[in-house]
């Protein structure tokens, strides 16, 4: 829920937050005061964010890491639809020692993350061109003697959607489209009619559309982005994204207006910091 506050409102806003708005704008959610410092302290210990002191309030921003991250993340939540195919593939085989096994294992989560499908023991592939992503990676748990990198095309005996579903799951996937255009399609309408009415407050689009990002999410990261040429027929990833964008289109200025009156509240004392702000607007 943090990264989704980041990623969709405390970049645009200097990339800062003071951990006391944090806190507000989480209160809706039901999270508690201890259990959201604890979080951002773990986000800050795994160096996705950095905290400064001023006076006796401390404030977190996205480190280097986390902004990147959040690029990534922002490129797939958003995109309408999927890439055209070059043609290639992407191998990645790896061969981290055993009592490297900490490295292998946190290696698998980025690999499946940046939407790698794992082929057989060892060798990850993909259809996009994710060579930048890899040497990050690479570069992260400093694994260059351990990897081996490759671009090539299919010239064997498995069609290129097969083995796009030898590698993942595609029904799974489509089927979590399904769910979130069924839970979402009516309710988009009816709280499109409410906004219009004046039923909704500020807050309850804020919950709301935080809520929808963070649903859609957790659909688009099992969905490695595949390109068209490669996806099923009745593929309903279009749908849904073209769903999700003009839901969050409806939400998002009353949305954004809760969001602005709590975050600008955490700099009541720094008047230079607001001047800063509202340039970046």
């Known amino acids: ?56 309030k401390s404030y977190y921003s996205l480190t280097e890491r986390g902004k990147k991250r959040m690029e990534e993340a922002a490129g797939r939540i958003y995109r309408m639809e999927p890439a055209e195919w070059d043609g290639k593939w992407r191998t990645l085989l790896y061969t981290i020692p055993e009592e490297r096994r900490h490295i292998r294992d946190e290696l698998r989560k980025e690999l499946i993350w940046s939407g790698f499908g794992l082929l057989s023991n060892g060798v990850w592939i993909t259809p996009n061109p994710l060579k930048e992503q890899i040497y990050d990676i690479i570069d992260k748990y400093d694994i260059k003697e351990d990897v081996y990198f490759f671009e090539a095309k299919n010239k064997g005996f498995q069609a290129n959607k097969q083995i ?24 988009m309408i009816a709280n499109a009619m409410k906004i219009e009415r004046g039923d909704m407050s500020d807050q309850d689009c804020f919950v709301e559309r935080t809520l929808l990002v963070h649903y859609y999410r957790k659909s688009l990261f099992v969905d490695p982005g595949i390109p068209k040429e490669l996806l099923p027929e009745k593929w309903l990833g279009e749908r849904a994204a073209k769903l999700f964008n003009e839901y969050y289109q409806i939400l998002a200025k009353k949305a954004n207006a809760f969001f602005r009156a709590i975050y600008l509240a955490g700099y009541d004392n720094c008047p230079r910091q607001k001047q800063t702000i509202a340039k970046e607007e």
């Open 1 to 56: 829920m943090i990264f989704t506050l980041f990623g969709d409102y405390i970049r645009y806003y200097g990339n800062e937050i003071w951990v006391g708005s944090l806190i507000k704008l989480l209160e809706p959610f039901d999270h508690n005061e201890q259990s959201i410092r604890s979080a951002v302290s773990r986000m800050s210990k795994q160096g996705w964010v950095v905290s400064r002191k001023e006076a006796n």
């Open 164 to 187: 796009i579903r030898s590698c993942w799951d595609i029904d799974h996937i489509n089927m979590l489209y399904e769910k979130f255009i069924h839970a979402y399609e009516e309710k």
